[in-house]
Nanobody, 116 residues
Framework: QVQLVESGGGLVQFGGSLRLSCSAS????????MNWYRQAPGKQRELVAG???????NYAASVKGRFTISRDNAKNTVYLQMNSLKPEDTAVYYC??????????WGQGTQVTVSS
């Protein structure tokens, strides 16, 4: 059974930091591209950051320089370090695992709320 379990969300003040974690089970984690998406109320889900199997990373323009994605293949875990948080970062954050574009899995999401 495949599971992606996010943790680390919560309420933080403007300018604060949070670290999200996503622990994966049931997949060959090191072979998967891992992504973080987010969805704010009334908006479409958007890609925030991704990390491939060689640890190459990509970021949405809105978070570049503030967020850092990383992975620990030994722990089957991907992280999202979020610094200098803004109210517009408020959303449900989802972990996503993708294998060769044909097999993908989603976590249940974790709420991040940034107060002004």
């Amino acid at each position: 059974q495949v599971q992606l379990v996010e943790s680390g969300g919560g309420l933080v003040q403007f300018g604060g930091s949070l670290r999200l974690s996503c622990s994966a089970s049931g997949i060959a984690f090191s072979f998967y591209v891992m992504n973080w998406y987010r969805q704010a109320p009334g908006k479409q889900r958007e890609l925030v950051a991704g990390i491939d199997t060689d640890a190459n990373t990509n970021y949405a323009a809105s978070v570049k320089g503030r967020f850092t994605i990383s992975r620990d293949n030994a722990k089957n875990t991907v992280y999202l370090q979020m610094n200098s948080l803004k109210p517009e970062d408020t959303a449900v954050y989802y972990c996503h695992a993708l294998w060769q574009g044909i097999d993908d899995w989603w976590g249940q999401g974790t709420q991040v709320t940034v107060s002004s």
